[in-house]
T-cell receptor, first 114, second 116 residues
Framework: AQSVTQLDSQVPVFEEAPVELRCNYS??????LFWYVQYPNQGLQLLLK??????LVKGINGFEAEFNKSQTSFHLRKPSVHISDTAEYFC????????????FGTGTKLQVIP | DAGVIQSPRHEVTEMGQEVTLRCKPI?????LFWYRQTMMRGLELLIY????????DSGMPEDRFSAKMPNASFSTLKIQPSEPRDSAVYFC??????????????FGPGTRLTVL
């Protein structure tokens, strides 16, 4: 079975500074990887996803993530954060092919400090 | 499209009472998921349906929980009897495909349940 680990439960960062949110996954077969964002009192929404092809994936709101198969990682980055990026970010994984459920990480709370 | 619709948005009830949460998925989506989110356990998948048929209910915590999907546009999650430890935010999500094609899941706004 697949699993995903988000090592950082909270990440404080100053406005306009860069940020990286870490995600590592575990699977012996090919996977699809996702980042979702949850703003306060809202449901999750997709930021970006990796299915195949280029390992650098660009998403909404200036976020990007890089799939690294050798490191089994899918870290999320943004070069300059805004106050509005304050939210909780979830990494998720599913096995490619067939019908497999999506497994979500425990989430990382990004706190942007003015 | 209005997105995934959940009702009620907030529910406060007393221990022992029956609670019914409702969800309307996005039209045309074949899969529907129920999740529970708590501070302690994070986001947990409770059950999911494909074309109105329950596929995996291994995440349902116990017999007090039940879910139905009588048609493509409506699903319910019922807790009977409710207990304080059921307090959580319950999300419904839908997707065109469960994940075989890397499909996105679209989440509703959630129902915040408080059991006193």
């Amino acid at each position: 079975a697949q699993s995903v680990t988000q090592l950082d439960s909270q990440v404080p960062v100053f406005e306009e500074a860069p940020v990286e949110l870490r995600c590592n996954y575990s699977s012996s077969v090919s996977v699809y990887l996702f980042w979702y964002v949850q703003y306060p009192n809202q449901g999750l929404q997709l930021l970006l996803k990796y299915l195949s092809g280029s390992t650098l994936v660009k998403g909404i709101n200036g976020f990007e993530a890089e799939f690294n198969k050798s490191q089994t990682s899918f870290h999320l980055r943004k070069p300059s954060v805004h106050i509005s990026d304050t939210a909780e970010y979830f990494c998720a994984v599913t096995l490619s092919g067939g019908y497999q459920k999506v497994t979500f990480g425990t989430g990382t709370k990004l706190q942007v400090i003015p | 499209d209005a997105g995934v619709i959940q009702s009620p948005r907030h529910e406060v009830t007393e221990m022992g009472q029956e609670v019914t949460l409702r969800c309307k998925p996005i039209s045309g989506h074949d899969y529907l998921f129920w999740y529970r989110q708590t501070m302690m356990r994070g986001l947990e998948l409770l059950i999911y349906f494909n074309n109105n048929v329950p596929i995996d209910d291994s995440g349902m915590p116990e017999d007090r929980f039940s879910a139905k999907m009588p048609n493509a546009s409506f699903s319910t999650l019922k807790i009977q009897p409710s207990e304080p430890r059921d307090s959580a935010v319950y999300f419904c999500a839908s997707s065109p495909g469960q994940g075989a094609r890397g499909d996105t899941q679209y989440f509703g706004p959630g129902t915040r349940l408080t059991v006193l």
